[in-house]
C-alpha cells in the first residue's frame, strides 16, 4: 500500500482511488454501510435525483438474464428536497467522494436541480443522467439526440462550477460522437455505459417477464460491450472517461482502465457482494505493485494494438 | 447482517421436489429472528448471477436450515450441493414476525412451500401457547410437515385430509378456533395469502403474512420488490420492510 499511489483526477475531481459505486445500487450510502467501508472508497454516486420524489414503476422490475440482470425500476427517488433534509447528513460522516447523479425530463429541471443541490459542501460533483432507459422522461430521448447532450452540458455547466460528468447510453449507434459533444460543450467527463435496453419473455404466458416490457441490462454480461464503448471514445476524444458496465472484481477494473477509463464504476456486483468495492482495492493494491505501477493512473488508456 | 461462508452439513429429500439443506452458519444462526430470510449465492461464478432469497427454515445451534423446492437453476445446483461444499449466505435480512405477544393459539396457514418459515416460529414460541398449524398442497405428495405441529392438511386432488384449498379448511375450522384469542400466520404463494388477506381483513382477524418476491440485493438497495402499501401512496419493500406484513399494511 505504501508504494501505491491510487489517487486518480477525473476532470478535475479528485479521488483517493477510482472505485465508485455507481448510481442506483447503493441507494444513498446507509444499507451498503452496514457491510463494507465507504471511508476506503473513492466516491459515491447517489440513486438518480429528480426535482420530485418518484415512486418508480410497478413490480415485476427486475428480472434475472444469463450472467445479468434486466431493471426497470423506474428513477424510484426521494427527490431533492428530502435527499437534502433527511440523505445528506448521514452521508456526511463519510470520508468518500460524494457524486450526485440528476436525472430530469427537461433542460431547465436539470438545471433546477443542480441549483438547489450546489451549495451543499459534501456534493463534490454532478452525473447528469441522460440515459435511463425505463421511463417516458428519463433521458434516453435526450441520450439519443446530440443537441439536446450538448444543451443540456452547456447549461448544468454554466450554473455550478462543481465538475460534471455525463452519463452517456449505449444504445446509440457511435457513442464517441456523443463524448466529443460533451467535451464541446464543457463537461468534465462521461461515464460510459449506463445499462442497454433488453427484454425477456415467459414462454408459457408470453408475459414480459418486467411489467415495464423492456429494462436496463446490466453485470457482467454487458462487459465486454462497455469496454468497446470506452475504448471507441477514448481512440476519439480526449474526455476523461468513468467506466462502467459488469465489472465484478479487481481484473475487470484493470482491464475497464486499460481500455481508457481513469476510473470506474460498480453497480450490480455490490447487490450480490456489497463489499465488492473493497475487496477490489485489495486487488488493485496486489496488481499495481506486482507489475510495479506507481501511480495507478499510469494505467489509463495503456492498451497495446498493433496496427 | 454478516455474509457468511456456510459449509453444507446434509442434505435430505423431503418430498417430490423439495428438499431441506443444513449448513453450518454460526454468526447467522445466533442472531436470526423467525421469518427472516438469507440470500444465498449458489455457484461461485457469474452464472446464474443472483443470489436467491430463501426463508430460514430452521435453527439449531450453529446450524440453519432451509427448505426449498426445484424451481430452476439455482435451487437445482443448491440441490447438488455435497457434505463439506459451500454455499454463501448474506443475512439475516427482513422483518420476522411478531409472535410474543398477548394471544392464546397460532393459526398458522402454509401453502405448500409456504411451510418453510414456520418450524423456526414453531420452536420460539412460548410453550403455553396453542398450535393449530393448516397445510395445503395440490396433493399429498406437496405436503412437507417437517418441523410443524399439530398438522391438518387440505389438498386440492382430495388425496389427502380436506378435499380443498387451505383457507377454505381455514374458513370450516374457524368456529373452534376463534373462541379464544387467536393470531394467523399465513405464507403461500400470492392467490392463496390474497384470499386469506381478504377473509382476515373482512373478519377482523389478527394475522401476519410472509410474502414472496423475486430480488436481488435483499436488502434495500436493488429497489426491485416493491409492494404496494394498503395506503398506496408509496411502495414498500418485501425484503426490508417485509417480508412479514400485517395483512392489512399491504395490497397484494
Redesign the interface.
Known sequence: MKNVDLSVNIGGLSLKNPIILAS????YGN??A??TNLNLLGGIVT?SLSLKPR??N???????T????L?A?GL?NVGVESFIKDKIPFLKAFDTTLICNIAASSVEEYVECVDMLKNEDVIKAFEINVSCPNVQEGGLEFGNDLNAVGRITDKVKSSTRKPVFIKLSPNVSRISDFAKVVKENGGNAVSAINTLVGTSFDIYTRKPKIKNITGGLS??AIRPVALAKVLEIKRNSDIPIIGIGGI?NWKDAVEMMIVGASAFQIG?V??????AGVEILNGLISYCENNKIKNISELTGTFQIRD | ?Y?EKAFVESLEKMGEDTFLIKVFSPAISCIVKPGQFCNI?VSEN??????RPFSVCNVDGDYLFFLFDLHGIGTKLLSMKKNGDSIEL?GPLGKGFVYDDQYDTAVIVAGGLGAAPFPFLIKNMEPEKNIITLLGGRSKNNLVTYGLKNVSAATDDGSEGFNGNVVELLKSRIGEISSGKFRIFGCGPNPMLKALQEYCIENNFDCQISVE?????G??????????SAEG???LLVC?DGPVFNASQVKL
Do not use: H
Open positions: 442506483g445500487t447503493v441507494g444499507e451498503i452496514e457491510f440513486k415512486k418508480g410497478p413490480p415485476q422490475r427486475i428480472v434475472e444469463p450472467s445479468g440482470m431493471n425500476i424510484a453485470g457482467p465484478m450490480t455490490n447487490f450480490i457482494n456489497p463489499n | 447482517m455474509i449465492k457469474d452464472y446464474p448471477l443472483l443470489r448474506l418476491c423475486a430480488m436481488a440485493c436488502f434495500g438497495i436493488c429497489q426491485g420488490c416493491p409492494i404496494d401512496v408509496s411502495y426490508k
